[in-house]
Nanobody, 127 residues
């Protein structure tokens, strides 16, 4: 069974940091592009960040550029999202998603691109 499992969410004060993990089981992540998405209550799921299978290409939503960093450790079959300078508007459930092979830039933040999804991890930024 192919699974993605997110972890690392929690409650943090504004200006704080969290590192989310997306671990795969049942398949090797190194052939997959990975996207991080988030969904706040009452809002659509939106793309936050993307990393290609080779780590040669990354993308960030404008709202998180300069604050979030995506990276992967294929030896651990895990992709990470380092989130710094968190703000209340970053509060959401964060999901990772995987799609095999090369993903063209204009599809990287499209939820329909991805075949596999994790269950999500809650991030709450509040004082």
């Amino acid at each position: 069974q192919l699974l993605l499992v997110e972890s690392g969410g929690g409650l943090v004060q504004p200006g704080g940091s969290l590192r989310l993990s997306c671990a795969a089981s049942g398949f090797a992540l190194d052939s997959y592009g990975i996207g991080w998405f988030r969904q706040a209550p009452g809002k659509e799921r939106e793309g936050v960040s993307y990393i290609s299978s080779s780590s040669g290409s990354t993308n960030y939503a404008d709202s998180v550029k300069g604050r979030f960093t995506i990276f992967r450790d294929n030896t651990k079959n895990t992709v990470y999202l380092q989130m710094n300078s968190l703000q209340p508007e970053d509060t959401a459930v964060y999901y990772c998603a995987a799609s095999k092979g090369t993903i063209l830039w204009y599809r990287r933040f499209d939820t329909k691109t991805y075949n596999y999804w994790g269950q999500g991890t809650q991030v709450t930024v509040s004082s």
